[in-house]
Nanobody, 123 residues
Framework: VQLQASGGGLVQAGDSLRLSCAAS????????KGWYRQAPGKEREFVAA???????YYTDSVKGRFTISRDNAKNTMALQMNSLKPEDTATYYC??????????????????WGQGTQVTVSS
C-alpha cells in the first residue's frame, strides 16, 4: 500500500487548509485511516482517525477544528483543518491499517505511512 499526502502550505493563524491522502496498491476500504503530525524536535503525535464505517476520533487539541473524512470509492482521505493555530505547525503524515487490537493513538499500531506534507501556521 502506498500513501500520498498533499495539501500542506503556509497559512496565517485562523485560516483553513485541507489535506488529502491518496492510497494505491493493495488497499482496502476496511482499513482504518489516520493522520499524525510531527513538529520539529518533537515526537510524532496522533491527530485523527477514521474507521471503515466512518467513526471518527480526534486528539483533544484539534476537536471542533479538524474534521477527518474518507471516500472509499476513490481510496482517498482528507483532513479539513479550520481555525489553524501556530501550534498546529508540523509535518502531517497519513497512515492506514492498524494491527489487530491496535489503538489509533499509538504510532506502532499503524502499518502504512505516507511521506508527509508540511503545514506552517504563522501568527
Amino acid at each position: 500500500v502506498q500513501l500520498q499526502a498533499s495539501g500542506g502550505g503556509l497559512v496565517q493563524a485562523g485560516d483553513s487548509l485541507r489535506l488529502s491522502c491518496a492510497a494505491s496498491g493493495r488497499t482496502s476500504s476496511s482499513y482504518a485511516k489516520g493522520w499524525y503530525r510531527q513538529a520539529p524536535g518533537k515526537e510524532r503525535e496522533f491527530v485523527a482517525a477514521i474507521n471503515w464505517v466512518g467513526g471518527t476520533y480526534y486528539t483533544d487539541s484539534v476537536k471542533g477544528r479538524f474534521t477527518i473524512s474518507r471516500d472509499n470509492a476513490k481510496n482517498t482521505m482528507a483532513l479539513q483543518m479550520n481555525s489553524l493555530k501556530p501550534e498546529d505547525t508540523a509535518t502531517y503524515y497519513c497512515t492506514a491499517h492498524t494491527i489487530l487490537g491496535g489503538n489509533y493513538d499509538v504510532r506502532s499500531s499503524w502499518r502504512y505511512w505516507g511521506q508527509g506534507t508540511q503545514v506552517t501556521v504563522s501568527s
